[in-house]
């Protein structure tokens, strides 16, 4: 992800999570001010972007911070190659664990983070800024 994409990063980031969008700003801030810990892509499919994620990484721990797919392009495995691309890079960065958090409220996010190998550790209630918990999960790797 560049500062280019951000236009079509922050439509499809204010679909996908009306309730609790970052701000262009906080992407932004991503990009700009922490190239040394965040790795961020896209995905495009006809020359336009339908989905993007992002990972925090320092020391052993990483964290998946977002992955957003466009609505009409899911269950197509664009998520799925995102998160495979950000847990490759949490191994380049000598990560042994990954977290995330997910809304409770989302069985198909759930049942691809369960595929790839998280365990649910915990619960965050109310989480985000609609009041749903977040289902914290973690996968371990081998780096």
């Known amino acids: 992800m560049t ?13 996908t999570f009306p309730a609790d969008a970052w701000s262009e700003a906080m992407l932004r801030g991503e990009l700009d001010d922490q ?16 989905g993007y994620a992002g990972l925090a990484a320092a020391g052993d721990q990483a964290d998946v911070q977002t992955i957003a797919v466009a609505a009409g392009h899911r269950r197509a495995g664009i998520g799925g190659a995102m998160l495979s691309e950000l847990l ?17 409220d989302n069985p198909g996010a759930q049942a691809v983070y ?11 209630r109310g989480y985000y800024a609609d009041g749903i918990d977040a ?7 081998n780096a």
């Not at 500062?3 to 679909?15: G, T």
């Not at 190239?35 to 339908?50: F, K, L, M």
């Not at 369960?114 to 965050?124: C, H, P, Q, S």
């Open 3 to 15: 500062a280019d994409d951000l236009p079509a990063v922050m439509e499809l980031e204010r679909a």
């Open 35 to 50: 190239p040394r810990t965040r790795h961020y892509v896209v995905a495009e499919a006809d020359g336009r972007i339908v």
């Open 88 to 104: 490759a890079e949490a191994v380049r960065r000598g990560a042994r664990s990954v977290f995330l958090e997910v809304r409770a």
């Open 114 to 124: 369960d595929r790839f190998g998280f365990e649910r550790i915990g619960l965050r």
């Open 135 to 141: 289902i914290m999960m973690k996968k371990d790797l």
